[in-house]
């Protein structure tokens, strides 16, 4: 087998591709164990969120373009799938990948007009595509359902295990491909373009285009998102393109950790883990939520994949085995 | 006839209105390089306050008024020292910070005044009728109040002291450092003024739109959008694209229908992004 | 090959020409347009009149991808790489350009491309260190690696020298020369003459963005104008 060190830009060692294998183990064997359907519903979205985090990641996190704006590929594959599906009657195997090109077509055409300016430029054009396309909705109450959405939407699988599945299957399908191309010459440069952009055009690369692809691929993945949620739901609607959504995307994959790939994983989980477990807490849950969350980026900006990196590091010191590199790494940090 | 006469006069109001809030978001990111997302924030606060202040406690309108918006100021102080300040060096984190903290306040408000909007009373009661046009004494005394600001803002920043070494951290903040000045202050101040102005605003506005806990979005959202098109970093320029919007919008509402008024921001926004990226007065680059 | 133009405010009527191989020298004191000489060059602003041509070709108003992809590599004054990437991972980010992924197709592996940049100049042992990490006098070496591993026609270099110590900067010289006799051809603006004057032949003097004198590393010094320049109207 190829030693993967050298193969791409950051190690694939052989230890995280076990630990992505046991991730997906657990993932796949977790309904044998517990049958509780409302456990199997929370993990759902824990997918779905996992998927929208970690597409999210592939441009924002590695290139530091902000993204306010996801929703807006979210929303327009969930309702152009939902159209699809209803006039047409085509079924989610077809509506799923097409609502995903279609959200990277947008991609494509926001991408290449938005992806030359500034930072805050770009992060101000993406929240105003995305604000639009809710207002369309809103607005569009004949076509598009208005307040209320579309409902009628032919369901994902029969059962909640048969959705539990399909959301695990393309999140572990999803991670899969974007943790290998985030540690593939790709990733790299989609890096070195977020260390330093002009140092990187002077090297001779077309940030631009790598910026675009980064974008329209992530596009990609949210859009299938979208659609595997309007169809496990069996409903569309506004929320879908709220700038809510893609608050809480940002949101997950900063306090999981952005620009690794699965650090949004983890802060998709939690933060969906967390709001379902405050439900007790009835009014005062989302003030809480967001409080917790506040403290994570104060104290953990780098996510808490970083501080569980750094506990490994110190652990490991402490245990005296030989990490030089580890080590160079948490000299940077200081 | 009468139509025009409207929008000019209300598209002002409301053009005031987002030049105050809009010149207090272009100050911070011109001297301090950040753009707050919890702008908005603090207008909410202002109202929210004032509501406090005027209804619920009874006190008098301008001792409430002075109350909220000094009360807002120091929680944008303690926003830019505890939690701005550690982020500074990476402007992603200032971003994903402030725009946690806004959904934070966003709950604070919603846990302490629950979801329904809370409304104040008007300031001063009672219309002018300007050529057939009724504007209420509330909307007037708002673009009195901010055309005051504004004017006050422009005078400190040009003739003071303190308005001058904000100007200088503005323009270049390494030579500012070498002249003496303390750069970390002049942010302090100048985000007690963003703070102070976004309050104004909020406190000013508090009767004519209810205080509800979502009220931060628009604002933000409006003030990124008049920043960019009247370029990030500029005053002038921001004061001119909040009028234009203020006109734009209000044409829009009274001419095609209110429910459009909200999309002009977006579709300006990105007309001149894709068009004219600097903006339209502004100093720095869209382009690297 | 040659290249001449007139332009920007910082830089008027500005005309240079540079042959295969040689050296020049590029000095003036702060201010003067330096780096806005190869800011033009390199693509990061549009001159406002006139033209750059390379190898036969304009480039102006190429972005500076394209200009890098030419043969063009420039190193920055204020030394800015991939801090958070190891020295190994800057030298590969140029390989993966077009013009340097020719090496690569030829079935070499990127990271031992690049690791033969980092040998040229001496970094090899750091490869797997992060790039932040670094001292100063190596951080410039290794922004020489990087803009090497495009295979530059023509290398630029801004203030290589600045701020180093005199064993880095013995270090670099002997670098510089290395590349210089395998005939790299090389512009570096340089505020330090003696060192720059130790290694260059022709050198070509800038005020407020004019060129004010031409001539060889010996006599550009008893220019006249050069000498007021520096020294003030005083002069000598």
Request: aromatic content about 12%.
């Amino acid at each position: 087998m190829p030693h993967f060190d050298e193969l791409y830009g950051r190690k694939v060692t052989y230890r995280r591709l076990m630990g992505l294998g046991i991730f997906s183990a657990l993932v796949l064997m977790i309904p044998v164990f517990m049958r509780d359907f409302y456990l199997l519903e929370v993990l759902f979205l824990c997918h779905y969120y996992a998927i929208l985090a970690c597409s999210w990641d592939l441009l924002t996190g590695y290139t530091g373009n902000v993204n306010f704006g996801h929703a807006f590929f979210v929303g327009g594959a969930g309702f152009t799938g939902a159209l699809l599906n209803l006039h047409l009657n085509w079924q989610p195997w077809i509506t799923l990948p097409v609502g995903g090109l279609v959200a990277a077509l947008f991609g494509l055409v926001v991408g290449s007009f938005t992806l030359r300016l500034k930072g805050p430029y770009f992060a101000g054009v993406t929240f105003c595509f995305a604000a639009l396309l809710y207002k369309l909705v809103m607005g569009a109450s004949q076509v598009l359902g208005g307040e209320e959405g579309l409902f009628g939407i032919c369901g994902l699988a029969d059962t909640s295990l048969g959705n539990y599945y399909f959301s695990a299957i393309l999140m572990l399908a999803t991670v899969f491909f974007l943790y290998f191309l985030s540690r593939s010459p790709f990733g790299l440069i989609l890096r070195s373009i977020g260390e330093n952009e002009t140092a990187c055009e002077s090297s001779g690369i077309n940030t631009t285009f790598y910026k675009v692809t980064a974008f329209v691929i992530s596009a990609f993945f949210a859009g299938v998102a979208g659609g595997m949620y309007c169809h496990a739901q069996m409903h569309v609607g506004p929320e879908l393109a709220h700038d809510s959504l893609s608050g809480l995307i940002l949101m997950m994959a900063v306090v999981g950790g952005m620009g690794s790939i699965t650090g949004p994983i983890l802060g998709a989980y939690l933060l969906t883990g967390l709001n379902e477990s405050l439900r007790f807490m009835g009014e005062l849950r989302l003030l809480i939520y967001s409080g917790i969350v506040v403290l994570v980026v104060l104290f953990a900006p780098k996510g808490l994949i970083d501080i569980i990196g750094k506990a490994k590091v110190l652990a490991g010191i402490r245990m005296g085995w030989k990490i030089n590199r580890h080590e160079a790494k948490l000299k940077a940090y200081d | 006839m009468t139509t025009l006469l409207g929008i000019l006069i209300l598209g002002t109001v409301w053009g005031s209105l987002y030049s105050l809030i809009a010149v207090g978001f272009s100050l911070i990111f011109g001297v301090a390089g950040i753009i707050n997302l919890s702008h908005g924030s603090f207008y909410m606060l202002g109202a929210y306050l004032a509501y406090t202040f005027m209804t619920v406690l009874g006190i008098n309108v301008p001792l409430s008024a002075l109350m909220a918006v000094a009360l807002t100021v120091l929680v944008g102080m303690a926003v830019d020292r505890f939690c701005i300040k550690p982020m500074r060096e990476r402007h992603v984190y200032v971003l994903i910070i402030t725009l946690s903290l806004a959904f934070f306040f966003q709950e604070l408000m919603y846990a302490f005044y629950g979801p329904y909007g809370k409304a104040v009373k008007s300031f001063v009661v009672g219309e002018i009728e300007l050529g057939r046009v009724e504007v209420s004494y509330q909307k007037v005394l708002t673009l009195l109040v901010s055309t005051v600001a504004v004017s006050l803002l422009w005078l400190f920043i040009k003739k003071t002291k303190t308005g001058k070494s904000v100007a200088a951290v503005a323009q270049n903040k390494d030579a500012a450092i070498l002249m003496g000045i303390q750069y970390e202050r002049v942010y302090l101040i100048t985000m007690a003024i963003s703070a102070g102005l976004a309050a104004v605003a909020g406190v000013f506005i508090a009767p004519v739109l209810e205080a509800v806990p979502g009220m931060w979005t628009f604002p933000l959202f409006k003030a990124f959008a008049i920043v960019i098109i009247g370029g990030l970093g500029s005053i002038e320029g921001a004061v001119i694209a909040a009028m234009l919007l203020g006109y734009a919008e209000t044409a829009v509402s009274i001419l095609v229908s209110p429910n459009f008024t909200d999309m002009v921001y977006l579709v300006a926004t990105i007309f001149i992004l894709v068009v004219r990226p600097t903006g339209l007065m502004s100093k720095s680059l869209a382009y690297k | 090959m040659s290249k001449f133009f007139g332009g920007v405010r910082a830089v008027s009527g500005f005309d240079l020409e540079v042959s295969r191989g040689e050296m020049v020298g590029i000095i003036g004191p702060n201010g003067a347009g330096k780096t806005t000489l190869f800011n033009l060059i390199t693509g990061f602003i549009r001159p406002t009149s006139g033209e750059i041509w390379f190898n036969g070709h304009q480039i102006t108003g190429l972005r500076p991808f394209q200009i890098a992809n030419r043969g063009i590599s420039r190193t920055f004054q204020l030394v800015d790489l991939f801090k958070g990437m190891t020295v190994l991972e800057n030298c590969m980010v140029p390989c993966y350009s077009k013009r340097g992924k020719s090496r690569i197709d030829k079935g070499k592996k990127p990271w031992e491309v690049a690791l033969e940049y980092l040998e040229e100049v001496g970094l090899a042992g750091r490869a797997k260190e992060l790039a932040g990490n670094l001292p100063f006098g190596e951080l410039r070496l290794l922004d020489i690696a990087r803009a090497m591993a495009t295979e530059p026609e023509v290398l630029l270099l801004d203030e290589p020298f600045s701020g180093l110590d005199e064993d880095n900067a013995l270090m670099l010289a002997a670098a510089v020369r290395r590349m210089h006799r395998r005939g790299q051809t090389m512009v570096i603006i340089e505020h330090r003459l003696r060192d720059l004057l130790q290694l260059v032949e022709r050198v070509v003097a800038i005020v407020f963005g004019e060129k004010i004198a031409e001539g060889s590393a010996s006599g550009i010094m008893n220019d006249p104008k050069v000498m007021s320049a520096y020294l003030g109207e005083r002069g000598a």
